[in-house]
Nanobody
Framework: QVQLVESGGGSVQAGGSLRLSCAAS????????IGWFRQAPGKEREGVAA????????YYAASVKGRFTISQDNAKNTVYLQMNSLKPEDTAMYYC???????????????????WGQGTQVTVSS
């Protein structure tokens, strides 16, 4: 099992930036992907970005491509989500999750992820 702890959420005005962190511990050797997901009140959880921990390949939802960047620091067992040009519709609880799925994905489907963090709130005001 992998333990995940998110941090870095907060409140920001539209156009601003935030960087989320996801620190992983435990049995990380079986983890192939770390993904970021978000869930707004009354909406389904959606995949935002994912990174293949073995090679650094990244994958993004269309709604955030060009604005968000996922990256990893293997020495720290930490994955980051840099969020720029934030919009009010980005407001949600953000979760990171770990998956042992194969390299062909699907990378942004939450049912492919096994372990989840507790989430961090991001609020973007207009």
């Amino acid at each position: 099992q992998v333990q995940l702890v998110e941090s870095g959420g907060g409140s920001v005005q539209a156009g601003g930036s935030l960087r989320l962190s996801c620190a992983a511990s435990g049995y990380t050797y079986s983890t192939n992907f770390i993904g970021w997901f978000r869930q707004a009140p009354g909406k389904e959880r959606e995949g935002v970005a994912a990174i293949y921990t073995g090679g650094g390949n990244t994958y993004y939802a269309a709604s955030v491509k060009g604005r968000f960047t996922i990256s990893q620091d293997n020495a720290k067992n930490t994955v980051y989500l840099q969020m720029n040009s934030l919009k009010p519709e980005d407001t949600a609880m953000y979760y990171c999750a770990a998956s042992s799925m194969g390299i062909y994905g699907p990378y942004l489907e939450d049912d492919k992820y096994d372990d989840w963090g507790q989430g961090t709130q991001v609020t973007v005001s207009s």
